[in-house]
């Protein structure tokens, strides 16, 4: 069955670091994309990166990557030079491309909280 | 360009009473989806539709109907609302995979 996981609830890390925000998976389908998206205090949702199963690099955003581990079934956000703007949470997100019709499912989210 | 309109943006309802919390989307998209957002739990599907016409369960579909008569619109209907039903609902349309999400309805059941 389709499932996202996210074992961090809540993160504080120190202006200008790098930060990995962790994303475990679990499906059996053979083609699916992963994705993750921001959620500041506004409340709106913002899509940052998405990898697709086969996709043979890491995707990259700007500031943004995703260490994509296939065999580990893990799709961790990494955050490079983290900035105050990027205090929110966070949202890893799956797609199952041929079950499932398709559907989006998300995990529990992780609140990060960049200290200046 | 207005993407993918959700009102109304609160809403307060007394236990039992009904309601229907709309979306529009104007990018012709054949995909589109409700999600309800409580703290500790992320976004969970509720459900979601593939085309006019077409409508399917998600994770928690119970106590909400929809309906797609046209590709523009999806409806989600609150027959007897309940406290658990207090949440924070998301429309969302996609595209080639990405997520297009409405401003969210905040929505309190007393």
């Known amino acids: 069955a389709q499932k996202i996981t996210q074992t961090q609830p809540g993160m504080f890390v120190q202006e200008k670091e790098a930060v990995t925000l962790d994303c475990t998976y679990d499906?059996?389908?053979?083609?699916?994309?992963l994705f993750w998206y921001k959620q500041p205090s506004s409340g709106e949702m913002i899509f940052l990166i998405y990898?697709?199963?086969?996709?043979?690099q890491n995707a990259t955003e700007g500031r943004y990557s995703l260490n994509f581990q296939k065999a580990r079934k893990s799709a961790n956000l990494v955050i490079s030079a983290s900035q105050l703007g990027d205090s929110a949470m966070y949202f890893c997100?799956?797609?199952?491309?041929?079950?499932?019709?398709?559907?989006?499912?998300f995990g529990s989210g992780t609140r990060l909280s960049i200290r200046p | 360009n207005a993407g993918v309109t959700q009102t109304p943006k609160f809403q307060v309802l007394k236990t039992g009473q009904s309601m229907t919390l709309q979306c529009a989307q104007d990018?012709?998209?054949?995909?589109m989806s409700w999600y309800r957002q409580d703290p500790g739990m992320g976004l969970r599907l509720i459900h979601y539709?593939?085309?006019?016409?077409?409508?399917d369960q998600g994770e928690v579909p119970n106590g909400y109907n929809v309906s797609r008569s046209t590709t523009e619109d999806f409806p989600l209907r609150l027959l007897s609302a309940a406290p658990s039903q207090t949440s924070v609902y998301f429309c969302?349309?996609?595209?080639?995979?990405?997520?297009?999400f409405g401003s969210g309805t905040q929505l309190s059941v007393l």
């Open positions: 969302a349309s996609r595209q080639q995979g990405k997520l297009f």
């Open positions: 499906t059996s389908d053979p083609s699916y994309g």
């Open positions: 990898q697709g199963s086969y996709d043979q």
């Open positions: 997100a799956m797609r199952e491309i041929y079950s499932s019709a398709s559907k989006i499912i």
């Open positions: 990018m012709n998209h054949e995909y």
């Open positions: 539709s593939v085309g006019a016409g077409i409508t």
